[in-house]
């Protein structure tokens, strides 16, 4: 059973920075998107933003087999993450891939699939969520990673032995230049296939100090991960971020969850709750953490909620804590409020 139980998606860190030195600005992504300026700097996204972002720059790039391989040889490996640095410090390319299958669960919206048979060595690229796939080139840069990962790590240059679109790439030829073996488009799921035996090459990246760090940090972080946040905390964690400019509805935020408005409203039936309960909550909680701060003015609260004049928040707010705000923040100046 795949997980959904959380949408928080970490942007690698060095992912802008390669952007730049291929000469594409980080805000012309963000436009393109569709989303505010705020995301360059925000690392935690939501499915639908990570999606946004990786079409942005996939049109914006062009080709979609030039923007794979600019990417993947671009990256630099300081940039890696802590999960990915786990893998290029391994002992050798087998256990980096191990690795990268097991830690992949704390990036989602995709997961590997890897299994060895014969000479051959098949890692197979799937989506958390049936109901959307992402971009074509983000799968694209994800099967070149995992064979950047070997060529970086055992200082080779490995080819593959060939690799599975379910898409168009776009310049087929340039892809297989990079990849170093046949493209398949039009293919049952999205693969890249290795030598077995290139999977016994050490890693001249090994460092066994890094690891003993690394390691026992990442596992935990993935016991908490599987252990599952509610699809409503991840609701309410969107709707926090979304309230202001006006009216938020179901579709907007399964939107961004990759999913349909029903699935969406079905998964918080499960969890006893519904979007306009979830959303009520989310106003409330906000309320008090803005009205904690003296230096914004009721109206700019209201305007923050998402209220479209501040008569609404007023009733609102007597519904909830039987009082004005402007009583409330009296009656609570000084006082720690948590959101």
């Known amino acids: 059973m795949k997980s959904h139980a959380s949408d928080r998606i970490k942007m690698p860190p060095g992912f802008w920075e390669g952007l730049r030195q291929l000469g594409i600005a980080a805000h012309d992504v963000a436009r393109k998107a569709r989303l505010p300026l705020a995301i360059i700097s925000e690392p935690v996204v939501t499915t639908g933003d990570y999606f946004a972002i990786w079409q942005a720059y996939s049109d914006l790039v062009g080709d979609i087999a030039e923007g794979i391989v600019k990417l993947a040889t671009v990256f630099e490996t300081a940039k890696f993450p802590p999960t990915v640095l786990a893998t290029y410090h391994a002992p050798d390319y087998r256990d980096a891939l191990n690795r990268m299958v097991r830690y992949k669960q704390l990036c989602p919206p995709e997961s590997l699939r890897m299994t060895e048979e014969g000479d051959d060595c098949t ?97 935990r972080s993935l016991n908490e991960r599987q252990r599952g946040r509610s699809v409503s905390d991840t609701v309410k964690w969107i709707m926090k971020r979304s309230l202001t400019g006006g009216r938020l509805d179901v579709q907007a935020v399964a939107m961004k969850l990759g999913m349909s408005d029903r699935t969406l409203q079905r998964r918080l039936a499960d969890e006893n709750t519904s979007f306009k309960q979830l959303l009520t909550q989310a106003r409330h909680e906000q309320a008090r953490h803005y009205l904690a701060d003296p ?28 009082d004005t705000p402007s009583n409330w923040r009296t009656a609570h100046s000084g006082t720690s409020i948590s959101e």
């Open 123 to 219: 890692i197979e690229l799937e989506w958390r969520s049936a109901e959307r796939s992402g971009p074509p080139l983000l799968v694209g840069i994800t099967l070149a990673f995992l064979l950047e990962l070997g060529r970086r790590g055992t200082g080779q240059p490995l080819k593959a032995r060939l690799v599975e679109f379910t898409h168009p790439m776009g310049d087929v030829q340039a892809l297989e230049a990079y990849f170093g073996c046949r493209i398949r488009i039009g293919a049952q799921g999205n693969r890249l296939t290795l030598d077995r035996k290139d999977l016994d090459r050490p890693f001249v990246s090994y460092n066994e100090e890094l690891l003993e760090i690394l390691t026992p940090v990442l596992d």
């Open 295 to 322: 230096s914004l003015e009721i109206k700019e609260v209201a305007y923050l909620l998402g209220y479209e004049d501040q008569n609404s928040f007023y009733r609102a707010f007597r519904l909830w804590e039987g």
